[in-house]
């Protein structure tokens, strides 16, 4: 009986923090169905870094910073790891994933006035 309620309390505090682990990916898609030209704006090609849109680039590390971060919170329990795993890698993930249109837009823009100064 013991063994059952600890298991059943240890999944009620993991999937809080896996949830709360998953902000980029709610972020994205929260961003895709609200704004669909942000989407588009990070597969153009233009600023592109070693042949992929410089877009998709910042979105997939911060997806994979996010599921170094979910692993993270899914296996500690301490209250000091959570925070530390919220501000240190969740935390940053979202917000690359909030401004990589703007990234994206701004290489662009730095990227046509290049040009002009080379040419």
């Not at 990070?42 to 994979?64: D, H, I, Q, R, T």
């Not at 990227?111 to 040419?119: R, T």
């Given at each position: ?108 823009i730095l ?9």
């Open positions: 009986m013991q063994a059952r309620a600890r298991t059943s309390l240890s999944i009620r505090g993991v999937v809080p923090r896996v949830a709360l682990g998953l902000a980029p990916v709610w972020l994205i898609l929260f961003l895709h169905i609200t704004v669909p030209p942000w989407f588009d704006l990070l597969v153009s090609n233009p600023p592109a870094l070693v042949g992929m849109p410089l877009g998709l680039l910042l979105v997939a590390a911060a997806l994979v910073v996010m599921a170094i971060g979910v692993i993270v919170l899914a296996r500690t329990s301490s209250a000091r790891s959570l925070v530390v795993t919220l501000l240190g890698l969740t935390v940053p993930a979202a917000v690359v994933v909030a401004i990589a249109a703007v990234i994206v837009g701004i290489a662009s990227g046509d006035k290049a040009s002009l100064w080379l040419s």
